[in-house]
């Protein structure tokens, strides 16, 4: 068993990105991009189970993209996993503050220094938030001979006042990982359907509640939605998952012998936005060509940014002045046989 070592590289020659890596999983982090985890490579089969975008770390020459719409996000947006706060989804104004898309957090330069832990080298991560007063740090490290990734984070409100927040993780995975056939596991009760996002490959009616995994379709079928569908005619889904037993998603890939679990805090993190693209939007930017998927541990829904959340669910969180909430999220990669022994009771 390795002890987990870390070093730079440089990513398309202009891309400066740390590594941390054993015997077992290698993760590639990108500080001056949000802190984007970039990658997660297991080494047993060589597959990155993380998403990338067509256009990948380019950013996209469309200069005309509203400043804080999600068109300006996308032009960015490279795949991969982004933390969302202190707002999450659309662009809102929340008490004298314009938050953008998916929040200020993850459009921001993080610093970043390698150091050691029990396991070795980890990364440490931080970023002083422009718009509100949030100190944030991350802790990426290895869980030694796991083939598992850990983010300890810490928010901290740096403010003389109560701050409203919202906290939500954005991992998005690929193929091969993501694949037909593939399946969701968790132990979510009830989806609940996005009342705004839809299109033709929407099999759900917006705004309607089901039970998890199995739900009805706007033309009256029976769905198991936990199954990955083939890209065409494709599907375009957004929905909140609820009603957890406890923080645990997994995606299985029988034919890639190959489970990615995600294992987050159920009491901080009771949703799970589920996001998928898959071969349905033929229109900018995907033009047909995205196939991902994400499962989003999250405070709140919907995916109305930290304004349109507490204008409606009212599931934003507070954080007192000079207050910090702190968290870990883990996620492990595995033989199928291996994936259902991962649970948040094992979490430090």
């Known amino acids: 068993m390795s002890r987990a070592k870390a070093w730079e590289e440089l990513l398309d020659g202009a891309n400066r990105a740390l590594v941390l890596a054993d015997d077992r999983i290698r993760v590639t982090l990108l500080p001056d991009r949000g802190g984007d985890v970039h990658a997660i490579r297991d080494l047993r089969t060589g597959i990155d189970v993380l998403w990338k975008t067509p256009w990948g770390l380019r950013i996209r020459a469309d200069h005309d993209a509203p400043k804080h719409s999600a068109a300006a996000w996308l032009n960015r947006y490279a795949g991969g996993w982004q933390v969302l706060i202190p707002s999450g989804g659309g662009p809102s104004s929340h008490r004298g503050v314009d938050h953008p898309y998916h929040g200020e957090a993850c459009s921001l330069p993080w610093a970043a220094v390698v150091a050691t832990d029990g396991g070795g080298e980890c990364v440490e991560l931080g970023v002083h938030l422009a718009d509100s007063p949030l100190l944030l740090e991350r802790i990426v490290s290895l869980a030694p001979g796991r083939g598992e990734v ?30 037909p056939g593939a399946r969701i596991r968790t132990s979510a009760s009830t989806i609940l359907a996005d009342s705004t996002l839809d299109g033709p490959g929407n099999p759900l009616e917006p705004g309607t509640s089901h039970p998890w995994p199995v739900v009805s379709t706007r033309d009256g079928r029976q ?11 494709g599907r375009l889904l957004l929905g909140y998952l609820s009603g957890f037993d406890e923080g645990v998603a997994s995606i299985e890939n029988d034919a890639l012998d190959l489970a990615c679990t995600l294992c987050w805090q159920v009491d901080l993190f009771p949703y799970a936005w589920l ?17 991902t998927m994400a499962i989003e541990p999250a405070t709140s829904f919907p995916a109305t940014g930290l304004g349109g959340v507490a204008g409606t669910t009212a599931t934003h969180r507070t954080l007192a002045a000079g207050a910090a909430v702190a968290t870990e999220l883990r996620l492990r990669l595995s033989p199928v046989s291996d994936s259902n022994h991962m649970s948040s009771s094992a979490m430090r």
């Not at 927040?165 to 694949?179: D, E, Q």
């Open 223 to 233: 769905l198991d939605l936990s199954l990955i569908p083939d890209a065409s005619p």
């Open 150 to 179: 850990v983010l300890a984070e810490r928010v901290t409100n740096e403010g003389d006042r109560p701050l409203e927040y919202m906290w939500v993780h954005h991992p998005a995975f690929g193929a091969p990982l993501v694949a």
């Open 275 to 291: 996001w998928q693209e898959l071969g349905a939007t033929a229109a900018a930017p995907w033009f047909g060509g995205a196939y």
